[in-house]
């Protein structure tokens, strides 16, 4: 059974800075892992997905995955107000577990100070 | 784009009512799901449809039901509401290949007295 765990449970960053959101999972099968963000009172919103080991820059948002260290973090730069929300790791299950139903991660609530 | 309606918004039962929740897309998606979140916190899978009448039991399924009679909407039974229960329920759907962006509607919060 999957196990998706993410550290820390929270976190404060001051506006403009960087904030590191770590991820592990335990099925060494898994192929693909996404990055949801979730604003009060909303349902979560992709934010990026990563499959390759390595770095994936989007924007502000950078996505690392090492797969044999079991391992996806997501690195937010520059940090504003508006990114103060819920963040999920969530990882695809392989196709032969029929690579739909994600796994979601415990979460980790960013707060940005002014 | 396409848009994912939950109804209702705000849901209050008593202990021991079956309750049913609503969810459209009209992305014409394929795969529908519906998740729980207690507390702000992760989000359990309860059950998920990759196609009209179809059904596949998430880890939560226990006490809950569900149906899809056609492709746009999926329901969600509450069997029997617990008492003291307040969750989240939370409908997606995705496009039917594997490994697709889930889109998630705005939720419907569940209050058992």
């Known amino acids: 059974q999957q196990k998706v765990q993410q550290s820390p449970e929270s976190l404060i960053v001051p506006e403009g800075g960087m904030a590191s959101l770590n991820c592990t999972f335990s099925?060494?099968?898994?192929?693909y892992f996404w990055w949801y963000r979730q604003h009060s009172g909303e349902g979560p919103k992709a934010l990026m997905?990563?499959?390759?080991?390595g770095d994936k820059k989007e924007g502000r948002f950078t996505a690392h995955l090492n797969k044999a260290s079991l391992h996806v973090s997501l690195h937010i730069k520059d940090s504003q107000p508006s990114d103060s929300a819920l963040y999920f790791c969530?990882?695809?299950?392989?196709?032969?577990?029929?690579?739909?139903?994600?796994?979601f991660g415990t979460g980790t609530t960013v707060s940005v100070s002014p | 784009g396409g848009i994912i309606t939950q109804t209702p918004k705000f849901l209050i039962g008593q202990e021991g009512q079956k309750l049913t929740l609503k969810c459209q897309q009209n992305?014409?998606?394929?795969?529908m799901y519906w998740y729980r979140q207690d507390s702000g916190k992760g989000l359990r899978l309860i059950y998920y449809?990759?196609?009209?009448?179809?059904?596949q039991k998430g880890d939560l399924s226990e006490g809950y039901d569900a149906s899809r009679e056609k492709k746009s909407s999926f329901s969600l039974t509450v069997t029997s509401a617990q008492k003291n229960e307040m969750a989240v329920f939370l409908c997606?759907?995705?496009?039917?290949?594997?490994?697709?962006?889930?889109?998630f509607g705005p939720g419907t919060r569940l209050t058992v007295l």
């Open positions: 099925d060494r099968n898994s192929q």
């Open positions: 969530a990882v695809s299950p392989p196709p032969y577990q029929g690579g739909r139903a994600l796994i």
């Open positions: 997905s990563i499959f390759s080991n």
């Open positions: 992305f014409n998606h394929d795969t």
């Open positions: 997606a759907s995705s496009p039917g290949t594997v490994y697709a962006e889930q889109f």
């Open positions: 449809s990759i196609t009209e009448n179809d059904l």
